[in-house]
């Protein structure tokens, strides 16, 4: 099928971009197009006008400090995943980014897009909920920050208004003594997860385990982000704690059936993903090594 008609501007700054955007409210960016151009070509999107962002070459950065990754509109999947200060702050971006579609998807899409699209199979939306990230988006009112945990409202529902560009993800650094690790289980490589789990395991001075969140894709119409740390008291990934802490989030969920799988099979996955990745990022906080470097 082919997109309804519509127009096409390619502003060459933000502000213009900004401008157009307030003047049609029917408008809508377009970043990567890995999303949106599909939607566009079975006319499930139906913009009057295409504001792309291509051309504003600033908002292609990835620039990382002590406090984070700042990740710009512009920058593509394969950009972050590629980037060693970032995988070096904040490993869980690159462990995540591996798992997103397929190599030629991430060198177009970019990571803001995935985030802003709000696609609840996604990677990026569960991580940066979980990692408390926050975006920065303008309108020509104003800039203001989005905390993840504000951002997702439905399934590719997001709380940004139609007026407003997405300029900006930041995503905190990983703490010290902290280890991430993300897994998920699809029909095949590079399709969206029918289950997804990403943790977040922090220990103590001497190794015990201190906090466990984990963020579940593909079985909420939002990211769903759980702290599991009620079920390691004594400080260890034992196998009794792992299931203690899989028996939790299995309960808590309530996935829907498909296609793909039955509402009990997800909960299956939840809990077996559940247990893979607290071990695997409990691991690596005790090991205080992040994963992911070479490659
Ligand atoms: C075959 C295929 C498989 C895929 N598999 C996966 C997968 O397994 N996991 C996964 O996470 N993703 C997957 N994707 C999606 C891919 O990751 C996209 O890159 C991502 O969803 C959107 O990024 P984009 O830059 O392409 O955004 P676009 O397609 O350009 O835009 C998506 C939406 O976000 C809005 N938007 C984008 N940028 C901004 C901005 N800066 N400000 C305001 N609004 C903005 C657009 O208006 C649009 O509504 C897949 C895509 C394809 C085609």
């Known amino acids: 099928m082919k997109p309804a008609p519509f127009s096409y501007v390619r502003p060459a700054t933000v502000d213009e971009a900004l401008a157009v955007l307030a003047a049609d409210p029917h408008a809508k960016v377009l970043a990567g197009g890995q999303s949106l151009v599909p939607l566009l070509s079975m006319r499930l999107a139906q913009p009057s006008t295409l504001v792309d962002i291509n051309g504003l070459a600033a908002l292609a950065s990835v620039r990382t400090d002590e406090s984070g990754v700042r990740i710009g509109a512009l920058a593509r999947h394969r950009q972050v995943e590629a980037d060693a200060d970032a995988w070096r702050a904040q490993p869980l971006l690159r462990q995540a980014l591996r798992l997103v579609a397929h190599p030629t998807i991430r060198n177009r899409g970019t990571t803001l897009g995935s985030v802003v699209h709000a696609d609840p199979a996604a990677e990026m939306p569960a991580v940066v909920a979980l990692l408390g990230a926050h975006v920065v988006a303008a309108s020509v009112a104003g800039r203001r920050e ?114 793909h799988g039955t509402a009990d099979y997800r909960r299956h996955l939840a809990g077996v993903l559940t247990r893979r990745v607290v071990r695997d990022a409990s691991a690596r906080a005790a090991a205080a090594e992040p994963e992911g470097a070479a490659r």
């Open 146 to 259: 989005v905390a993840a945990a504000d951002l997702f409202v439905g399934p590719l529902e997001s709380s940004l208004r139609p007026d407003e560009l997405a300029l900006e993800l930041v995503v905190p650094a990983c703490p010290p003594r902290t280890g991430t690790a993300i897994d998920e289980v699809a029909r095949r490589h590079g399709d969206y997860a029918m289950c997804g789990v990403a943790a977040v395991v922090s220990v103590g001075p001497s190794g015990a385990i201190e906090t466990v969140r984990a963020a579940y894709l593909a079985v909420s119409p939002t990211p769903h982000v759980l702290d599991l740390s009620e079920a390691f008291v004594d400080g260890t990934a034992s196998e009794r704690n792992l299931d203690a802490a899989a028996e939790i989030a299995s309960g808590a969920l309530d996935p829907d059936s498909d296609i």
